[in-house]
């Protein structure tokens, strides 16, 4: 009888858990399958994409009237971005693809930079047109490469899971086929990109790597480094401070130093050129403690910093409170010129005012050429171009980067309008608007 | 002569009639933009009673309330520089009534409010239904350009399942590799397009994004967004004891923090 009652139980048992079993693995699939479908809904979009861009970029060369090219190449750059975008979804970021990416990302920009230039006053040159035919012939081969990775997917029910599966179990010997297609695809790329077909204009849209300009002088060792960092960041010599040398990736060499002091909580970093000794930027982790100085105090003291360590000619640009530090943007300024791209910024705690962060990075490789160049035009022709509806309060002269990251000298305007605030650049040569931007430092807090 | 009797008088009154609570209620500090707190909560409110200010009273030194600032030191014949130093203040005092009970009410029961003059304080206030009192002072934060707040708290989550075992500057630095990688033609450019790329992050991949950060996560956050980056430049990191990808060596290498290797 008892025995009759377990045998019950136990079958009742297993076949419970069976059914729980089996439930669970119905789940985990429907969850396999719903991520599996995004991957392959990324995918085929991209193939797609690529397709149409293919097709955009060959219209383009057949167009002649400019009311009809304009339209053409803004729909080369949605289409560009939003290929990019069905890249960024993919789980291909263990794999090499970063040079197809790369390629989709420079057709947007150069597509997009013709697209908004007045093509009746300055037409695309010969160049740029040889450049659209290397972007379309590129294009064409990424398509081929593609498509024909999409037919062995469908084919043989080729599943997304396995390659993310295979990328990260970094599995040699078994070779995926998507993986192999996505390779001779950035393989197609790297010959086309480094092939001269691209022209100047193609070429010159790569962000080039900048170094420390300014950091000039003799490489220093790393005692050396230690005494800058001492001396910068007014040290008692008892702490203890470790050197580490920049490896090979660097574009430019520099020391890493960590401070570690035994009396004060939290070490401070601080990374230093190798040429010259410049501080690059540093940064103390120690916890502040609640506010007991302004904001303004604390800009008088990080002012009194610039001008203890040779910074001259900052003014400030950017004050904000964060909690219980201030954090401070300074700007090159010469003659009343703001020089935006030679920034400082800086962190000052607001519990004993001392500077506790400090990057001159942009400054240290902004090479923007002096003298400056004189305006050509006047502020009250500039003014003029500024919008009617805008309420100018503040003006002056500045250097900006604009969008082919060359350095342009504009007029700046601070205005209003409708309760926002505005910053306005117009070029001091030509009478463009190079940016206009909306200035918002303050969000309302939510729930 | 009787011209400075009517002065004295009337100053006379007017010490009588406001409690002396009120003028000194601003702290000695110069308040300037980007500033956050009481004393900004005070300046907003008297700005606004003067019909100056008609932005939110929310103890956060905005643009809004630095022009609203700068056309009162104008119309007062002060210097205009957009500081609330001594003699702003003092001016501002005078002119100005400040119901400060009123507005720390409001601001913590979270309503609606405005704080003009010649208009009953009873009929600038909007009840917002819930009415959560809060513990916070203001009632907004600055934020750096280009970011909201749930963007830093996105970032910070990232940051604290990828990196809390690290030191403080290991932190920033995988934070600062977000936003190299913003920046970068290779991937995404919204925060959210590169922190969710597949397979870009373990922590995204096995679910610790969504563990609570810490306050030295988002700490670390605020300090790549605002200029800091230890990686010199880096899009990629790994962990050398753990890496299971013989890409990822080959990579050319900046520098070590921490357990993280940072690479181009």
Redesign the interface.
């Known amino acids: 009888m008892v025995r009759n009652i377990l045998i019950a139980a136990l079958v009742v048992a297993v076949i419970g858990t069976g059914y729980w079993g089996y439930r669970e693995h119905q789940k985990k699939n429907a969850i396999l399958i719903h991520a599996e479908n995004n991957?392959q809904r990324a995918f085929h979009d991209l193939a797609y994409q690529i397709d149409l861009l293919h097709d955009k970029l060959g219209a383009t060369l057949a167009m002649n009237s400019h009311a009809s090219l304009s339209p053409a190449l803004a729909e080369v750059w949605k289409i560009a971005s939003e290929a990019?975008?069905d890249v960024?979804?993919?789980?291909?970021?263990?794999?090499?693809?970063?040079k197809t990416?790369?390629f989709l990302?420079?057709i947007g920009e150069f597509s997009y930079r013709t697209a908004v230039r007045d093509l009746e006053k300055e037409p695309l040159t010969k160049e740029e047109y040889k450049t659209l035919e290397a972007l379309y012939k590129n294009a064409g081969a990424i398509r081929q490469e593609l498509r024909n990775v999409q037919h062995l997917v469908l084919e043989n029910n080729l599943r997304w899971m396995d390659v993310?599966l295979a990328?990260?179990?970094?599995d040699q010997k078994g070779d995926n086929i998507i993986i192999d297609g996505f390779k001779a695809v950035e393989k197609n790329v790297d010959t086309f990109s480094t092939s001269s077909e691209f022209g100047p204009s193609f070429i010159g849209l790569a962000?080039e790597e900048k170094g420390f300009v300014r950091a000039k002088g003799r490489p220093i060792s790393k005692d050396e480094a230690k005494r800058v960092a001492r001396e910068f960041l007014g040290l008692k010599g008892t702490e203890k401070i470790k050197v580490?040398e920049?490896?090979?990736?660097?574009?430019e060499r520099?020391y890493?130093l960590?401070i570690h002091d035994s009396k004060t909580k939290?070490?401070i970093?601080m990374?230093v050129t190798k040429n010259g000794g410049y501080p690059i930027?540093a940064?103390n982790?120690r916890p502040v403690g609640k506010?007991k100085?302004?904001?303004?105090?604390a800009?008088n003291r990080g002012m009194a910093f610039l001008r203890r360590h040779q910074f001259t000619g900052f003014e400030l640009y950017?004050?904000?409170?964060?909690d219980n530090v201030?954090?401070l943007?300074f700007v090159k300024s010469e003659n009343g010129i703001r020089i935006y791209p030679e920034?400082i910024?800086m962190?000052v705690a607001l519990d004993n005012g001392h500077v506790v962060?400090f990057?001159a990075?942009?400054y240290l490789s902004s090479s923007i050429p002096r003298p400056l160049p004189k305006p050509t035009l006047t502020v009250e022709e500039v003014r003029k171009k500024v919008n009617p509806h805008l309420k100018v309060?503040e003006q002056r002269q500045a250097v900006i980067m604009h969008d082919l990251q060359k350095p342009v000298l504009c007029y700046e305007f601070l205005g209003?309008l409708g309760?926002?605030?505005y910053q306005l650049f117009i070029n001091a040569a030509t009478g463009l608007e190079e940016k206009v931007e909306k200035?918002?430092?303050?969000?309302?807090?939510?729930? | 002569m009787a011209r400075k009797w009517v002065l004295f008088i009337a100053l006379a009154v007017w010490t009588c009639i406001y409690p002396s609570g009120y003028a000194s209620a601003f702290?000695p500090?110069?308040?300037?933009?980007?500033?956050?707190?009481d004393d900004v909560i005070e300046l907003q409110a008297r700005l606004q009673y003067l019909g100056f200010y008609?932005?939110?009273i929310?103890g956060?030194f905005?643009?809004?309330t630095?022009?609203a600032l700068?056309n009162f030191q104008y119309e007062y014949g002060l210097p205009v520089d957009g500081?609330a130093g001594a003699e702003t203040k003092r001016k501002l005092v005078k002119a100005s009534k400040y119901y400060e009970q009123f507005v720390k009410e409001q601001i913590r029961q979270g309503n609606d409010f405005t704080h003009y003059g010649g208009i009953p304080l009873s009929q600038q206030v909007k009840k917002r239904g819930g009415g959560?009192s809060r513990a916070?002072i203001?009632?907004?934060?600055?934020?750096?350009?280009g970011f909201?707040?749930n963007d830093i708290r996105l970032m910070a989550n990232a940051v604290y399942g990828e990196a809390r075992g690290e030191?403080?500057?290991g932190q920033?630095a995988v934070a600062a590799v977000i936003l190299n990688r913003l920046e970068h033609?290779?991937?995404?450019?919204t925060v959210a397009?590169v922190i969710f790329?597949?397979?870009?992050f373990t922590a995204v991949a096995d679910g610790q994004i969504w563990l609570t950060p810490n306050e030295t996560a988002k700490k670390a956050v605020?300090?790549a967004i605002?200029?800091?980056?230890?990686t010199?430049?880096?899009i990629y990191y790994f962990n050398p004891a753990t890496a299971?990808?013989?890409?990822?060596w080959s990579?050319?290498?900046?520098?070590?923090?921490g357990n993280h290797i940072f690479?181009?």
């Not at chain 1, 100085?293 to 105090?297: A, G, K, N, Q, Y």
């Not at chain 2, 299971?244 to 990822?248: A, E, P, Q, R």
């Open positions: 991957y990019h975008s960024g979804q993919l789980p291909l970021s263990l794999l090499p693809f970063n990416q790369e990302s420079k993310e990328l990260a179990t970094n962000n580490t920049s490896g090979n990736g660097a574009d520099f890493s960590t939290g070490d970093y990374d930027w940064l982790s506010p100085i302004s904001l303004h105090e800009l950017d004050s904000t409170q964060y201030a954090v943007t920034a910024q962190k962060g990057t990075r942009d309060m209003t309760g926002e605030t200035l918002e430092s303050v969000e309302p807090n939510y729930g | 702290s500090q110069v308040i300037q933009r980007g500033a956050v707190g008609n932005g939110k929310d956060v905005g643009w809004r630095y022009w700068r500081l959560s916070a203001t009632t907004a934060s600055n934020v750096p350009k909201s707040q030191p403080y500057i920033v033609p290779s991937f995404p450019d397009g790329q597949p397979g870009a605020l300090d605002n200029g800091w980056d230890p010199g430049g880096a299971t990808s013989s890409w990822i990579r050319p290498q900046i520098k070590r923090i690479c181009k």
